[in-house]
């Protein structure tokens, strides 16, 4: 998979989500995660639903053939293990997908940041700087360059069409 490129034509590498908004976004809750990563996750919600999937399965799988038969466990917990086991890989899928998923819908989270008014490549706010001879805006942190008409676009652009 080619890495995204930028509005001059550059490589960049999508900004990594916190700690905390990963820990918000795994559980779904869109309060806590913030604006910009609850409207990325709608981007990406099938994908990651997927990939946990495919490890929930890979889980169930594992402990049918591979750790079950080695293990007696006493009453109920003999009928939890299984499902449980197959939720902690399912999140572990997800936790270790999370990136290529990201990578995967890169034009649409680059949207998503910009229209946040955020540089797609490192989250640096965007707002109130020049915009250069290409109708670029540089980003002064990582120099990533975005065209401003794509930049906030709750502002419409001068030339908009009405
Ligand atoms: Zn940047």
Redesign the pocket.
């Known amino acids: 998979m080619s890495a995204p490129l930028d509005d001059r034509g550059n490589s960049?590498e999508l900004?990594a989500p916190t700690g905390r908004q990963v820990f918000w976004r795994s559980l779904g809750v869109q309060k806590l995660m913030g604006e910009v990563t609850a409207q990325e996750q709608s981007k990406t919600v099938g994908l990651e639903t997927g990939v946990a999937l495919a490890g929930g399965g890979v889980g169930l799988l594992i402990w049918n053939y591979v750790i079950g038969p080695y293990v007696a466990l006493p009453g109920i917990w003999d009928s939890l293990a299984q499902p449980v086991f197959a939720v902690i890989v399912a999140m572990t899928f997800w936790y270790f997908g999370l990136g290529y998923v990201r990578r995967r819908r890169a034009s649409d989270l680059t949207e998503v940041a910009l229209n946040a008014g955020?540089?797609?490549?490192?989250?640096?706010e965007?707002a109130d700087l020049p915009t250069e001879d290409d109708g670029c805006v540089v980003?002064?942190?990582?120099?990533?360059a975005w065209k401003a008409e794509r930049i906030s676009p709750e502002e419409p652009p001068p030339d908009a069409e009405p």
């Open positions: 960049f900004a955020r540089c797609a490549s490192c989250a640096y965007l980003c002064p942190e990582c120099h990533a």
